[in-house]
Protein backbone atom coordinates (compact mmCIF):
# COMPACT_ATOMS: atom_id res chain seq x y z
CA UNK A 1 0.00 0.00 0.00
CA UNK A 2 1.37 3.64 -0.12
CA UNK A 3 -0.58 5.05 2.92
CA UNK A 4 -2.35 2.66 4.70
CA UNK A 5 -5.66 1.55 3.87
CA UNK A 6 -6.09 -0.62 6.81
CA UNK A 7 -8.47 -2.86 4.77
CA UNK A 8 -8.58 -5.15 2.04
CA UNK A 9 -10.42 -4.86 -0.95
CA UNK A 10 -12.51 -7.55 -3.60
CA UNK A 11 -15.56 -6.84 -5.48
CA UNK A 12 -17.13 -8.53 -8.52
CA UNK A 13 -18.46 -6.20 -11.22
CA UNK A 14 -22.04 -7.18 -12.96
CA UNK A 15 -21.53 -5.34 -16.33
CA UNK A 16 -19.80 -2.77 -17.38
CA UNK A 17 -17.24 -1.12 -14.99
CA UNK A 18 -17.56 3.18 -15.22
CA UNK A 19 -14.33 4.88 -14.27
CA UNK A 20 -14.84 6.44 -10.65
CA UNK A 21 -15.47 10.00 -10.93
CA UNK A 22 -13.59 12.47 -7.96
CA UNK A 23 -16.51 15.17 -7.49
CA UNK A 24 -15.44 18.85 -6.79
CA UNK A 25 -18.95 19.83 -5.93
CA UNK A 26 -18.43 18.59 -2.24
CA UNK A 27 -21.88 19.21 -0.48
CA UNK A 28 -22.88 19.25 3.34
CA UNK A 29 -19.11 17.35 4.91
CA UNK A 30 -20.75 17.64 8.43
CA UNK A 31 -20.73 13.97 10.23
CA UNK A 32 -19.58 12.24 6.53
CA UNK A 33 -20.05 8.59 7.19
CA UNK A 34 -16.47 6.96 6.75
CA UNK A 35 -16.97 2.68 6.30
CA UNK A 36 -14.05 0.50 6.55
CA UNK A 37 -15.62 -3.19 5.95
CA UNK A 38 -14.34 -6.73 4.72
CA UNK A 39 -15.32 -9.85 4.56
CA UNK A 40 -12.69 -12.44 3.70
CA UNK A 41 -13.04 -16.34 3.07
CA UNK A 42 -11.24 -16.83 6.68
CA UNK A 43 -13.64 -18.73 8.94
CA UNK A 44 -13.88 -15.80 12.12
CA UNK A 45 -15.39 -12.84 13.44
CA UNK A 46 -15.98 -10.51 10.73
CA UNK A 47 -15.44 -6.64 11.27
CA UNK A 48 -16.89 -3.42 9.86
CA UNK A 49 -15.17 0.19 11.30
CA UNK A 50 -17.56 3.23 10.84
CA UNK A 51 -16.30 6.63 11.50
CA UNK A 52 -17.09 10.22 10.73
CA UNK A 53 -15.26 13.26 9.42
CA UNK A 54 -16.23 16.57 9.40
CA UNK A 55 -13.95 18.35 6.86
CA UNK A 56 -11.96 16.17 4.32
CA UNK A 57 -8.70 18.00 6.48
CA UNK A 58 -9.24 16.81 9.61
CA UNK A 59 -6.33 14.61 10.60
CA UNK A 60 -8.56 12.02 13.06
CA UNK A 61 -11.71 11.57 12.03
CA UNK A 62 -14.88 11.13 14.91
CA UNK A 63 -15.93 7.62 15.85
CA UNK A 64 -19.54 6.38 14.51
CA UNK A 65 -21.37 5.00 17.86
CA UNK A 66 -24.81 3.25 18.08
CA UNK A 67 -24.83 2.53 14.08
CA UNK A 68 -26.84 -0.45 13.52
CA UNK A 69 -25.33 -3.10 11.10
CA UNK A 70 -25.67 -6.20 9.20
CA UNK A 71 -24.58 -8.31 6.16
CA UNK A 72 -27.50 -9.73 3.92
CA UNK A 73 -26.94 -12.15 1.30
CA UNK A 74 -28.67 -12.83 -1.75
CA UNK A 75 -29.70 -16.63 -0.23
CA UNK A 76 -31.56 -15.39 2.05
CA UNK A 77 -28.74 -15.11 5.02
CA UNK A 78 -28.33 -12.27 7.32
CA UNK A 79 -25.01 -11.48 9.14
CA UNK A 80 -26.09 -9.02 12.57
CA UNK A 81 -22.85 -7.09 13.92
CA UNK A 82 -22.65 -5.52 17.29
CA UNK A 83 -20.47 -2.58 18.31
CA UNK A 84 -17.76 -4.05 20.65
CA UNK A 85 -15.87 -0.85 21.22
CA UNK A 86 -16.30 2.61 19.52
CA UNK A 87 -16.55 2.42 16.29
CA UNK A 88 -15.62 -1.13 16.36
CA UNK A 89 -18.80 -3.51 14.77
CA UNK A 90 -17.57 -7.00 14.87
CA UNK A 91 -20.28 -10.21 13.50
CA UNK A 92 -22.55 -12.11 16.54
CA UNK A 93 -21.20 -15.47 14.67
CA UNK A 94 -17.98 -16.61 12.90
CA UNK A 95 -18.81 -16.63 9.59
CA UNK A 96 -16.95 -17.08 6.16
CA UNK A 97 -17.68 -15.83 1.86
CA UNK A 98 -18.56 -18.22 -0.13
CA UNK A 99 -18.07 -18.02 -3.72
CA UNK A 100 -21.16 -18.23 -5.86
CA UNK A 101 -23.18 -15.87 -2.99
CA UNK A 102 -23.33 -12.13 -3.03
CA UNK A 103 -23.29 -9.74 -0.33
CA UNK A 104 -24.62 -6.04 0.29
CA UNK A 105 -23.73 -4.03 3.92
CA UNK A 106 -26.61 -1.63 5.08
CA UNK A 107 -25.74 0.55 7.88
CA UNK A 108 -28.40 2.70 9.81
CA UNK A 109 -27.08 5.73 11.96
CA UNK A 110 -29.07 7.28 14.87
CA UNK A 111 -30.03 10.04 12.84
CA UNK A 112 -32.10 7.47 11.06
CA UNK A 113 -30.12 7.13 8.08
CA UNK A 114 -29.71 4.06 6.31
CA UNK A 115 -26.65 3.42 3.78
CA UNK A 116 -26.35 0.21 2.02
CA UNK A 117 -23.44 -1.09 -0.44
CA UNK A 118 -23.90 -2.82 -3.79
CA UNK A 119 -24.01 -6.73 -4.13
CA UNK A 120 -20.94 -7.66 -3.78
CA UNK A 121 -18.94 -11.33 -4.40
CA UNK A 122 -15.72 -13.33 -3.91
CA UNK A 123 -14.12 -12.90 -7.09
CA UNK A 124 -12.32 -16.21 -7.36
CA UNK A 125 -9.07 -16.81 -5.58
CA UNK A 126 -5.24 -16.31 -5.78
CA UNK A 127 -2.47 -17.74 -3.22
CA UNK A 128 1.39 -16.60 -2.71
CA UNK A 129 2.97 -18.81 -3.52
CA UNK A 130 7.12 -17.61 -2.11
CA UNK A 131 8.18 -14.65 -0.81
CA UNK A 132 11.65 -14.30 -0.82
CA UNK A 133 14.39 -11.39 -0.09
CA UNK A 134 17.42 -10.64 -2.79
CA UNK A 135 20.25 -8.27 -2.57
CA UNK A 136 19.48 -5.47 -4.81
CA UNK A 137 20.41 -2.53 -5.94
CA UNK A 138 17.34 -0.01 -6.73
CA UNK A 139 16.47 2.50 -9.07
CA UNK A 140 18.23 5.58 -7.09
CA UNK A 141 21.27 3.17 -6.87
CA UNK A 142 21.35 2.03 -3.30
CA UNK A 143 21.73 -1.19 -2.50
CA UNK A 144 19.92 -3.69 0.14
CA UNK A 145 17.10 -6.24 0.54
CA UNK A 146 14.44 -6.55 -2.00
CA UNK A 147 11.60 -8.50 -0.73
CA UNK A 148 9.86 -10.30 -3.42
CA UNK A 149 6.54 -12.55 -4.36
CA UNK A 150 5.15 -15.60 -6.98
CA UNK A 151 1.99 -15.79 -6.95
CA UNK A 152 -0.63 -18.66 -8.42
CA UNK A 153 -3.58 -17.86 -9.41
CA UNK A 154 -7.12 -19.95 -9.57
CA UNK A 155 -9.03 -17.59 -11.58
CA UNK A 156 -8.03 -16.85 -15.42
CA UNK A 157 -9.59 -13.78 -15.58
CA UNK A 158 -7.57 -12.11 -12.45
CA UNK A 159 -5.44 -9.09 -13.53
CA UNK A 160 -5.01 -7.21 -10.01
CA UNK A 161 -3.67 -7.56 -6.89
CA UNK A 162 -2.99 -5.71 -3.65
CA UNK A 163 -0.69 -5.87 -1.17
CA UNK A 164 -0.47 -5.12 2.77
CA UNK A 165 2.43 -6.08 4.83
CA UNK A 166 3.29 -6.38 8.55
CA UNK A 167 7.18 -6.55 9.73
CA UNK A 168 9.64 -7.24 13.01
CA UNK A 169 12.82 -7.02 13.52
CA UNK A 170 14.67 -7.43 16.72
CA UNK A 171 16.16 -4.56 18.77
CA UNK A 172 19.90 -5.04 20.83
CA UNK A 173 20.82 -2.44 22.74
CA UNK A 174 23.81 -1.41 22.38
CA UNK A 175 25.14 -0.17 25.45
CA UNK A 176 22.64 -2.38 27.53
CA UNK A 177 23.81 -2.86 31.07
CA UNK A 178 22.76 -5.32 34.25
CA UNK A 179 21.93 -2.25 36.55
CA UNK A 180 19.75 0.45 36.35
CA UNK A 181 18.66 3.62 37.67
CA UNK A 182 15.24 3.46 39.75
CA UNK A 183 13.23 7.02 40.40
CA UNK A 184 11.35 7.10 43.09
CA UNK A 185 10.00 9.52 45.81
CA UNK A 186 12.05 9.97 49.24
CA UNK A 187 11.04 10.63 52.74
CA UNK A 188 11.41 14.96 51.76
CA UNK A 189 8.34 13.87 49.17
CA UNK A 190 10.95 14.88 46.35
CA UNK A 191 12.09 12.80 43.46
CA UNK A 192 15.34 10.57 44.27
CA UNK A 193 16.89 8.16 42.06
CA UNK A 194 19.20 4.69 42.86
CA UNK A 195 20.96 2.03 41.11
CA UNK A 196 19.23 -1.51 41.43
CA UNK A 197 19.62 -4.93 39.38
CA UNK A 198 17.71 -4.79 36.37
CA UNK A 199 14.85 -7.35 36.52
CA UNK A 200 12.99 -6.94 33.15
CA UNK A 201 14.31 -7.75 29.74
CA UNK A 202 15.63 -4.80 28.38
CA UNK A 203 18.45 -5.70 26.38
CA UNK A 204 16.18 -7.66 23.56
CA UNK A 205 13.46 -6.03 22.18
CA UNK A 206 11.17 -6.66 19.04
CA UNK A 207 9.38 -3.79 17.16
CA UNK A 208 6.18 -4.34 15.00
CA UNK A 209 5.34 -2.17 12.30
CA UNK A 210 1.93 -2.17 9.42
CA UNK A 211 2.60 -1.14 6.07
CA UNK A 212 1.35 2.31 5.24
CA UNK A 213 1.67 2.55 1.17
CA UNK A 214 -1.08 1.23 -1.32
CA UNK A 215 0.85 -1.09 -2.84
CA UNK A 216 -1.00 -2.49 -6.29
CA UNK A 217 0.03 -4.71 -9.16
CA UNK A 218 -1.48 -5.88 -12.69
CA UNK A 219 -1.03 -8.69 -14.77
CA UNK A 220 -2.87 -6.91 -18.11
CA UNK A 221 0.17 -6.44 -19.99
CA UNK A 222 1.15 -10.54 -19.17
CA UNK A 223 0.38 -13.28 -21.15
CA UNK A 224 -0.69 -14.75 -18.17
CA UNK A 225 -2.51 -14.19 -14.33
CA UNK A 226 0.17 -14.78 -11.85
CA UNK A 227 2.93 -12.08 -10.65
CA UNK A 228 6.67 -13.66 -10.86
CA UNK A 229 9.10 -11.87 -8.61
CA UNK A 230 7.07 -8.75 -8.05
CA UNK A 231 8.72 -6.76 -5.49
CA UNK A 232 6.73 -5.27 -1.98
CA UNK A 233 8.94 -3.88 -0.18
CA UNK A 234 12.96 -2.42 -0.37
CA UNK A 235 14.90 -1.92 2.83
CA UNK A 236 18.26 -0.28 2.20
CA UNK A 237 21.24 -1.90 3.72
CA UNK A 238 21.80 0.82 5.92
CA UNK A 239 18.42 0.48 8.00
CA UNK A 240 19.47 -0.73 11.32
CA UNK A 241 15.86 -2.86 11.09
CA UNK A 242 17.93 -5.53 9.21
CA UNK A 243 20.89 -5.40 11.95
CA UNK A 244 19.88 -8.34 13.34
CA UNK A 245 16.69 -10.53 12.84
CA UNK A 246 13.64 -9.62 10.44
CA UNK A 247 10.68 -10.83 9.63
CA UNK A 248 7.62 -9.83 6.79
CA UNK A 249 4.06 -11.33 6.60
CA UNK A 250 3.09 -10.30 3.22
CA UNK A 251 -0.71 -9.90 2.64
CA UNK A 252 -2.70 -10.50 -0.57
CA UNK A 253 -6.01 -9.78 -1.85
CA UNK A 254 -6.99 -10.55 -5.86
CA UNK A 255 -9.31 -7.49 -6.72
CA UNK A 256 -11.62 -6.11 -9.73
CA UNK A 257 -11.08 -2.80 -11.98
CA UNK A 258 -13.09 -1.23 -9.70
CA UNK A 259 -11.64 -2.08 -6.48
CA UNK A 260 -7.90 -1.33 -8.34
CA UNK A 261 -9.09 2.08 -9.43
CA UNK A 262 -10.79 2.93 -6.60
CA UNK A 263 -7.37 2.86 -4.48
CA UNK A 264 -5.37 4.30 -7.21
CA UNK A 265 -7.47 7.32 -6.85
CA UNK A 266 -7.46 7.16 -2.77
CA UNK A 267 -3.72 6.25 -3.07
CA UNK A 268 -2.99 9.98 -5.36
CA UNK A 269 -5.37 11.89 -2.64
CA UNK A 270 -3.97 10.78 -0.10
CA UNK A 271 -0.85 11.97 2.75
CA UNK A 272 -1.16 10.98 5.67
CA UNK A 273 -1.28 7.13 7.72
CA UNK A 274 -5.15 7.05 7.74
CA UNK A 275 -6.28 7.67 3.85
CA UNK A 276 -9.43 8.78 4.64
CA UNK A 277 -8.84 11.68 6.69
CA UNK A 278 -7.37 13.66 4.01
CA UNK A 279 -9.12 13.13 0.64
CA UNK A 280 -8.95 16.72 -0.92
CA UNK A 281 -9.91 18.77 -2.58
CA UNK A 282 -12.73 16.42 -4.11
CA UNK A 283 -14.36 13.15 -3.78
CA UNK A 284 -13.74 9.22 -4.44
CA UNK A 285 -16.69 7.57 -4.51
CA UNK A 286 -17.25 4.20 -3.14
CA UNK A 287 -19.61 1.22 -3.23
CA UNK A 288 -21.82 2.62 -0.95
CA UNK A 289 -24.88 5.15 -0.82
CA UNK A 290 -27.40 6.53 1.21
CA UNK A 291 -30.92 5.35 0.96
CA UNK A 292 -33.20 7.68 2.35
CA UNK A 293 -31.03 10.66 1.93
CA UNK A 294 -28.06 12.30 -0.34
CA UNK A 295 -25.01 12.77 1.87
CA UNK A 296 -21.97 11.21 0.62
CA UNK A 297 -19.78 8.27 2.07
CA UNK A 298 -16.44 7.39 1.88
CA UNK A 299 -15.14 4.14 1.81
CA UNK A 300 -15.89 0.46 0.02
CA UNK A 301 -17.05 -2.62 1.42
CA UNK A 302 -15.16 -5.35 0.08
CA UNK A 303 -15.84 -9.13 -0.44
CA UNK A 304 -12.34 -10.84 -0.66
CA UNK A 305 -10.36 -14.18 -0.51
CA UNK A 306 -6.69 -13.71 1.34
CA UNK A 307 -3.40 -15.07 1.19
CA UNK A 308 -0.55 -14.47 3.46
CA UNK A 309 2.67 -15.95 3.69
CA UNK A 310 5.68 -14.81 6.00
CA UNK A 311 9.65 -14.82 5.60
CA UNK A 312 12.44 -14.27 8.28
CA UNK A 313 16.06 -13.48 7.80
CA UNK A 314 19.24 -12.43 9.46
CA UNK A 315 21.62 -9.31 8.03
CA UNK A 316 24.18 -11.75 7.84
CA UNK A 317 22.03 -14.21 5.21
CA UNK A 318 22.58 -10.96 2.76
CA UNK A 319 25.65 -9.38 4.09
CA UNK A 320 28.05 -11.78 5.70
CA UNK A 321 31.25 -10.53 7.47
CA UNK A 322 30.04 -6.91 6.89
CA UNK A 323 29.49 -4.25 9.73
CA UNK A 324 25.91 -4.05 10.89
CA UNK A 325 23.69 -0.93 10.22
CA UNK A 326 24.45 1.92 12.39
CA UNK A 327 21.83 2.10 15.42
CA UNK A 328 19.39 4.83 14.78
CA UNK A 329 21.07 7.44 18.02
CA UNK A 330 24.06 8.64 18.72
CA UNK A 331 25.30 5.88 21.63
CA UNK A 332 27.91 8.01 23.03
CA UNK A 333 28.76 7.18 26.43
CA UNK A 334 29.31 10.08 29.00
CA UNK A 335 29.14 11.64 32.41
CA UNK A 336 26.71 13.72 33.49
CA UNK A 337 26.94 16.64 35.36
CA UNK A 338 24.92 17.53 38.68
CA UNK A 339 22.83 20.05 36.15
CA UNK A 340 21.35 17.18 34.17
CA UNK A 341 20.28 15.68 37.05
CA UNK A 342 16.80 15.48 35.91
CA UNK A 343 17.67 13.37 32.95
CA UNK A 344 17.91 10.27 35.05
CA UNK A 345 14.55 11.47 36.48
CA UNK A 346 13.01 11.47 33.73
CA UNK A 347 14.15 8.82 31.92
CA UNK A 348 16.07 10.27 29.24
CA UNK A 349 19.20 8.18 30.12
CA UNK A 350 20.44 4.73 30.67
CA UNK A 351 22.47 3.70 33.54
CA UNK A 352 25.90 2.12 31.43
CA UNK A 353 28.59 1.78 34.80
CA UNK A 354 30.09 3.94 37.66
CA UNK A 355 32.76 6.87 36.93
CA UNK A 356 35.08 6.39 40.03
CA UNK A 357 36.51 9.59 39.34
CA UNK A 358 33.90 12.18 37.68
CA UNK A 359 35.48 15.50 37.73
CA UNK A 360 34.02 18.32 39.96
CA UNK A 361 30.28 19.02 39.06
CA UNK A 362 29.53 15.58 37.45
CA UNK A 363 27.84 12.81 39.02
CA UNK A 364 30.00 9.13 39.76
CA UNK A 365 27.92 7.32 36.86
CA UNK A 366 28.52 6.62 32.99
CA UNK A 367 25.24 7.13 31.09
CA UNK A 368 23.98 6.99 27.67
CA UNK A 369 20.98 8.36 25.52
CA UNK A 370 17.69 5.73 26.78
CA UNK A 371 17.56 3.63 23.43
CA UNK A 372 20.96 2.66 23.73
CA UNK A 373 20.38 1.05 27.13
CA UNK A 374 16.95 0.50 27.01
CA UNK A 375 15.46 -1.84 24.10
CA UNK A 376 11.86 -1.31 25.52
CA UNK A 377 11.92 2.80 24.39
CA UNK A 378 12.01 1.26 20.15
CA UNK A 379 9.92 -2.00 20.97
CA UNK A 380 8.55 -4.41 23.56
CA UNK A 381 10.29 -7.02 25.25
CA UNK A 382 8.24 -9.51 24.79
CA UNK A 383 8.56 -12.31 22.24
CA UNK A 384 5.75 -12.35 19.62
CA UNK A 385 4.20 -15.84 19.30
CA UNK A 386 5.91 -16.76 15.88
CA UNK A 387 9.00 -15.95 16.12
CA UNK A 388 11.56 -18.38 15.28
CA UNK A 389 15.33 -17.89 15.63
Request: proline residues 4%; glycine residues 6%.
Amino acid sequence: MKKKAGFLVLIIVMGCIEPFEIKNEVADLEALLVVEAILTDEMKIQTVLLSQSSSFSAEVPLIETGATVFIDTDNGDRYTFTEQSEGRYTSNEVFAVNEGVAYQLHITRTSGETYESRMVSLAGSSKIDRVYGERVTNEEGEEGIGIFIDTETASAAARFYRYNYEETYKIIAPNWAPLRFNVFVNDLNERDFEVVVREEEQRVCYNTVRSNTIIQADTKDLTGSNLSRFQVRFINRNDFIISYRYSILVNQVLQTTEAAEFFRQLEDFSSTDNVFSNVQPGFINGNISGVNNDRLTLGFFSVVSVSEKRLFFNYEDFFPDEPLPPFPFECRVYTPSAMSVADILDNRVSYVGENEDPGEGLLPYLVTFRPCGDCTALGSSVVPDFWIE
